[in-house]
């Protein structure tokens, strides 16, 4: 389980390519390619549910950020248009009704 999540963090981030042989560069580097890891798992979780289990990072932002896509404005309403034969629109509109579904938390203020 442990060597799925460096494969994951390695190939599906970037992680083997460091990009300098400063420590504080590298250290940045990783921490911010660790929270993008753990986002991108998080928002297949939370979409897909089991499903998003067997999934890699890399397969995800393949299949879901990186899609062909084309975003129009009219009358103030923005819509995505994904092609017609994009084969992975049914997962895509599974995971967005699921996150739009999560409740706002409720913010406190305190004078």
């Not at 986002?39 to 299949?63: D, F």
């Amino acid at each position: 389980m442990v060597e799925d999540v460096i494969r994951d963090l390695k190939y599906g981030v970037g992680v083997n390519h460091l990009p300098s042989g400063r420590f504080c560069a590298n250290a940045a580097w990783m921490t911010l390619n660790v929270i993008a890891h753990n986002l991108g798992r998080w928002v297949g979780r939370i979409g897909l549910g089991r499903e998003a289990t067997s999934m890699t990072t890399k397969t995800l932002r393949t299949r879901m950020l990186n899609m062909p896509g084309r975003m129009t404005t009219s009358g103030g309403r923005r819509t995505l248009h994904l092609p017609r034969a994009w084969p992975w629109e049914e997962q895509f509109n599974t995971i967005l009704n699921r996150l739009r579904s999560i409740s706002r938390p409720a913010v406190c203020l305190r004078a």
